[in-house]
């Protein structure tokens, strides 16, 4: 098998559900540019990280890679030993766009794996799923994380609705995070919208034209 000539053990659903969990704020990746500089930016999951990594500049990442900020916090915090091995299995001599890139490429792949693992075994999570979602592409979402996602200094625009998590990043009508209806009633990016529907023009119809991005738990 693969998995002995590798060495590698297959990881189950529960180590795959613990790695993707959200930690309290204070344990989270709170991203600098330099020794006391915080940038104000903390991821606290492995998909809040991917998309911190997205946005951040490119020295703040060469920063803490030089480090090994990002292993260390990976390893210890969220426990995945596999993907602290493969950051720092990243080729030298890059240039910091190019070391950004080649970090996002490898977090993403992890992270589709260990969502993979983490719903094959999972058929209650299904019918919660927008047809334009893939399985992967989905994550949980606890309140206090969905507010990172204000759509404030180039972040994503996410909201919930009916415990679903959606992504309007692209939207015309969400520009900066924040959203006006033609009662000039304005809402703002990275919180649960569904008591605010009877107040908008339309009705929850709309959300079968956005991509669906998670679940709030």
Known sequence: MQSNKT??????KSEAEKILRSVPFEQGFHFSTGL??????TAISLFSFY????TIEPPSVKFHFQRRDFQKWIETTLGDQELASRIDKTPSGLTDEELKTELLKTVQARFTELQTVS????????????????AEALTKFTV????????????????AYEGNVYDVSTSSFWVG??????FKVEHQAGIDLTGFI????????????????????
């Open 119 to 134: 719903k094959s075994a999972s058929k209650q999570t299904s019918p919660q799923m927008s047809v334009n979602a893939p």
């Open 36 to 41: 006391g500089k915080f940038t104000g930016e």
């Open 177 to 182: 995070g924040s959203h006006s209806t033609s």
């Open 51 to 54: 998309e911190e990594l997205r």
């Open 198 to 217: 009877k107040f908008a023009p339309h009705g929850k119809e709309v959300f079968g034209k956005v991509k669906q991005v998670g679940v709030l738990v």
């Open 7 to 12: 060495g590698k053990s297959p990881i189950g």
């Open 144 to 159: 206090e994380e969905l507010k990172q996602y204000n759509g404030q200094g180039g972040k994503p625009v996410y909201f």
